[in-house]
Each structure stands twice: as structure tokens, then as C-alpha cells.
């Protein structure tokens, strides 16, 4: 379901300046972006979101800020970066919204759900896996990602290789994530719960904790910008879907996040999204995930 298009221009000239400053492609104050369509008067079923977004022409988006690949906005910065915010231009696109015009809104895990329940947001695209008590209170649409809870560690640490090893250690992880319940519940680790993965990043780095647990895909790009302190360790010992989230009162946003997110898997545009952003921190560029069926 791509509309009538008209291209957007290219590179960001924050990713411009820093690129020219630093020369340095791979650190994430130069995550580029990408080049999406914006459909050019797109037709959608009066009174649905999509059409009242639209007709609005502009869309505020929540995504997170402190990971490096996936969502992030250095000091200096005017818009973040990274996998997610792509995903929101390119959904924003087909919508008839120019990136120009999407409101970008800091999420942390914690204040997802209420942030889509009391429409501080439109969208939720902050590594935000899909499950089945989230689905009872918000729309997920997706998967567009697919990773794994790993664990973070000092680089001269070897008492830590997978999460067997953690019983009794202290672990960060984030209030309201999928990451600190799996190793509290499963693993016997002593949990540190902070509001943010950069909190815990530097909890690590400053010795209070053991560990820092979530996504594998969050934490390389933590360990790529500390290669000498920290490293990602074990096999992945979880599944993460990442999903859109939508607001509980607009069912219908599934079947076009749905088909947005498939067309870009098939035109390339996710890809490209991709390269840019996760894949330059060690992240391999994924199969394409099948798609969850929308509810009829
Ligand atoms: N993907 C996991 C979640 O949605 C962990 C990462 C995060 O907290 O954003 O809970």
C-alpha cells in the first residue's frame, strides 16, 4: 500500500555537521537518516486515525533517547536517531506527514502504556516488545525487530557468561521492562531498577552493579562505545518481538502499521533504515519477520 509519492530530502544536516566533524560514520551522533516517500495526499476511511492524522499533518511519536542504533538524541542534538525514529518517518510518510512535522516525545519503558492510553503519543517506537499483557491494554503492531536479552559486562569480568551465572550478583535493568522480570523471576539475580538503560550503563561502568541486562541489540551499542570497559557476553536467552504501539481506541491503525511496516520490509526502505542506524554497531541485517495477523 504505497500512495503517490514525493521523495524527502536525504541526509539530516545534524548527521552532516557531525560526520564533518568528527569523520566517524559509526558513533551515534552521526546515525544518518534515511530517504522516505511522504504520500502525497493519501486517501483513508473518514473518522479513522489515519485519516485524522492526515488531515492534522502531524503525528508525535515516542521514542527513546538513550540507545545508541535504536533511539537516541545526544546533547546538541534536535532529533534523535536511530532504528525507531527511521521506522517513524517512514510510517509518518504514508501517512502524508513530512519528518519536518513529527513532535518526537521522550519515552522511557515505564510510561509507555499511559503514554499511548492518554495520547501524550500517537506511536510507541521504543524497543518495545510485543506481549500478551501489554496487548491487553494497548495496540502492537509488528514485529519489525526481532532480538534477544543478553548481558553487559566489564570487558576484564569472567565470572558472568550467560545468565546461569547470575544468582546472587546485582543486574540493572529498567522499571517496566520485559528484561528485569525475566532475570529476577528466572535467574535469582538482585535486581537494580532504574528508569533508564544509560543509568545502568553507567551504574556498570562505575562498579555499583555487576551486570546490565536487556535486548542484545541495546547493549551493543552500549559496548561499541566503551569496547575497552564493557562487552556483551552469552547467548541470547529470550525472544524480543519490537512492535508499533498504537492507542487501545484506534484498532484500525493495526492493518496500516501492518502494511506500512511490510511494504518497507519489501521495498527496501527498512533495510536502508537498517544500515543506517542498528547495523553500525555490530548488528547483523535481520530476516524479515513475519507479521502478526491484525484482529478483524
Ligand atoms: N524490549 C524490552 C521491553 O520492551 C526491553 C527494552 C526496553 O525496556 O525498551 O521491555
Given at each position: ?155 576484564d569480568d569472567d565470572s558472568i557468561n550467560g545468565p546461569e551465572d547470575l544468582d546472587g550478583k546485582t543486574v540493572c535493568s529498567v522499571r517496566g521492562s520485559t528484561s528485569i522480570d525475566t532475570v529476577e523471576q ?111
Amino acid at each position: 500500500m504505497k500512495f503517490r509519492t514525493t521523495r524527502w530530502a536525504a541526509v539530516s544536516a545534524a548527521a552532516l555537521l557531525a560526520l564533518a566533524a568528527c569523520g566517524d560514520a559509526g558513533s551515534d551522533s552521526s546515525d544518518e537518516s534515511g530517504e522516505y516517500d511522504v504520500a502525497d495526499s493519501p486517501d483513508f476511511e473518514e473518522g479513522s486515525r489515519m485519516a485524522e492524522l492526515a488531515e492534522q499533518g502531524s503525528i508525535k511519536i515516542g521514542v527513546k533517547y538513550d540507545q545508541p542504533g535504536i533511539g537516541f538524541r545526544g546533547a546538541g542534538q534536535d532529533e534523535p536517531t536511530g532504528i525507531d525514529p527511521e521506522l517513524g518517518k517512514i510510517i509518518a510518510g504514508q501517512l502524508g506527514i513530512e519528518p519536518a512535522d513529527i513532535e518526537w516525545v521522550e519515552t522511557i519503558s515505564d510510561n509507555r502504556e499511559p503514554f499511548l492510553q492518554n495520547g501524550t503519543v500517537d506511536l510507541v517506537i521504543a524497543s518495545y516488545s510485543i506481549t500478551d499483557e501489554r496487548r491487553e491494554i494497548v495496540g502492537q503492531a509488528g514485529p519489525y525487530y526481532v532480538t534477544g536479552q543478553s548481558l553487559l559486562v566489564a570487558a576484564d569480568d569472567d565470572s558472568i557468561n550467560g545468565p546461569e551465572d547470575l544468582d546472587g550478583k546485582t543486574v540493572c535493568s529498567v522499571r517496566g521492562s520485559t528484561s528485569i522480570d525475566t532475570v529476577e523471576q528466572e535467574y535469582g539475580a538482585e535486581p537494580a531498577g532504574f528508569d533508564t538503560y544509560s543509568e545502568c550503563n553507567d551504574q556498570l561502568l562505575n562498579g555499583s552493579v555487576d551486570a546490565v541486562t536487556t535486548d542484545g541489540a541495546i547493549l551493543l551499542g552500549y559496548a561499541a562505545e566503551n569496547p575497552d570497559e564493557l562487552k556483551v557476553v552469552g547467548e541470547p536467552f529470550s525472544e524480543e518481538r519490537y512492535g508499533v504501539g498504537y492507542s487501545p481506541d484506534a484498532p484500525e491503525m493495526c492493518q496500516f502499521l501492518t502494511d506500512t511496516i511490510q511494504d518497507a520490509f519489501d521495498d527496501g526502505d527498512f533495510e536502508t533504515a537498517f544500515d543506517l542506524t542498528l547495523g553500525k554497531s555490530g548488528n547483523e541485517v535481520p530476516e524479515a519477520p513475519e507479521l502478526d495477523a491484525c484482529e478483524s
